[in-house]
């Protein structure tokens, strides 16, 4: 999952920092592993994060669309498929982020996590790909 060590994810409570309106915690309570997130975004409504997903999917869309010769399509397939699987993902965060709310889905951003210390490992994906979108 997200080409994360599956022992490792499992070995405990994981914390997505920056997470956004990613399926990251709804994919590994389906897995059985537990897992949360903290995003400042989470002081939205489930209806502002869904708007805001999808002004971010139309954004990135665009921008790969100017580098969409220069991209390795290998996991995606194309830049239709991967607006279709972020859309998919957005809507299983919003399904996920309405069930589970702010037990799972907490407000904060570094360098002062919310959490107390319950969480064995932590990821950030997010921000890493940012970063390497922003350097390309």
Known sequence: MFSLDEEVLGAGPILDIAAGASSFVAEAADRGWEAAAVD???AMTPEE???HGKKEIQVST???AGLERVCDWT????LRNH???REASLGRFIEDYKARGKKNYMAGML???PGGGQFT???A???LLVFVSRAV
């Open 40 to 42: 400042p975004l989470y």
């Open 49 to 51: 994060l869904f708007e």
């Open 62 to 64: 665009h921008k790969l």
């Open 75 to 78: 996991y995606y397939g194309s």
């Open 83 to 85: 607006r279709s699987m």
């Open 111 to 113: 360098p002062k996590l």
């Open 121 to 123: 490992g932590t990821c």
């Open 125 to 127: 994906v997010q921000p």
